[in-house]
């Protein structure tokens, strides 16, 4: 079973910045995706970034500009660098990542998510 441990999550005045980092563990023979959701108190999880094995990224509205994924495939590890962070992106943010264990095996594994609060 592919397991994801997250890291780097706080608490941060308005402006500042906060790396979360994402390792996957587990019997993993390829990645296709990894992706960052973030889900607020009484809101819906949202999709925050992703990054597909060809390195290819997108971006949410809301954090383009301020939000950069990135991945190193040799540790199976994807990053979320969060600079000029506001009140608004308090969030629990969960990582997810798609994948294979095999060639008949498939999986797509959550994070236990790492809270973010960014106070004004």
Not at 27 to 46: C, F, K, L
């Amino acid at each position: 079973q592919v397991q994801l441990v997250e890291s780097g999550g706080g608490l941060v005045q308005a402006g500042g910045s906060l790396r979360l980092s994402c390792a996957a563990n587990g019997g993993i023979v390829s990645i296709n995706a990894m992706r960052w959701y973030r889900q607020a108190p009484g809101e819906e999880r949202e999709l925050v970034a992703g990054i597909t094995s060809g390195g290819s990224t997108n971006y949410a509205d809301s954090v383009k500009g301020r939000f950069t994924i990135s991945r190193d495939m040799a540790k199976n590890t994807v990053y979320l660098q969060m600079n000029s962070l506001k009140p608004e992106d308090t969030a629990v943010y969960y990582c997810n990542v798609l994948g294979r264990r095999s060639l008949w095996s498939d999986f797509n594994s959550w994070g236990q998510g790492t809270q973010v609060t960014v106070s004004s």
